[in-house]
């Protein structure tokens, strides 16, 4: 029933596949389980599809007059980056920044020694200047520079903000 606007805000110098840039504004979600998709452009390096990195989105904030869905993903995702001849699919369904957190305990993941050498995070902040505490081996501290600013690190043990942060397993 009725329209759904949908605004999106790209970091800056991010363009999409469909030349936007900066803020925009969708207006013509009409119907429930309608999808938009924004995908970054390719950066300059490398020459073919198969050398071409697409712009990271992190960053982007989304705001909608109803509810909806956002969903994040990556074509052919290199974890980690020595394994360069591989990649897989990768989507998860994000959070709404209402229901990020302060406090988080981080399993370490286990993988094939022979494949995998290290454990990522990627960490987002709601707010510039949030100092995030890392805990476990290599403790130490970040603090974002910007509004909506993600940094990646080594798997750490536990993870600890003055404001919200989404910490997801790179």
Request: charged share 15%.
């Amino acid at each position: 029933s009725g329209k759904t606007n949908v605004t999106i805000n790209l970091p800056d110098g991010v363009q999409t596949n469909g030349g936007k840039t900066g803020t925009f504004t969708i207006t013509d979600f009409t119907k429930q389980g309608q999808v938009y998709l924004v995908r970054s452009v390719a950066s300059e390096e490398g020459e073919g599809e198969e050398t071409q990195a697409l712009i990271n989105l992190s960053g982007t904030t989304i705001c909608s007059d109803q509810p909806i869905a956002v969903w994040s993903g990556n074509q052919a995702a290199v974890y980690p980056a020595e394994m360069a001849s591989t990649g897989d699919f990768t989507s998860d369904q994000l959070l709404p920044i209402s229901h990020w957190g302060k406090q988080f305990i981080v399993p370490m993941m286990k993988y094939d020694a022979c494949t995998i050498k290290r454990n990522r995070l990627n960490v987002s902040a709601i707010e510039s200047n949030t100092t995030v505490t890392l805990g476990g081996a290599g403790s130490g501290t970040w603090t974002s520079s910007k509004m909506g600013e993600t940094h990646e690190f080594d798997m750490k043990r536990n993870v600890a903000s003055e404001a919200g942060v989404n910490v997801v397993n790179a």
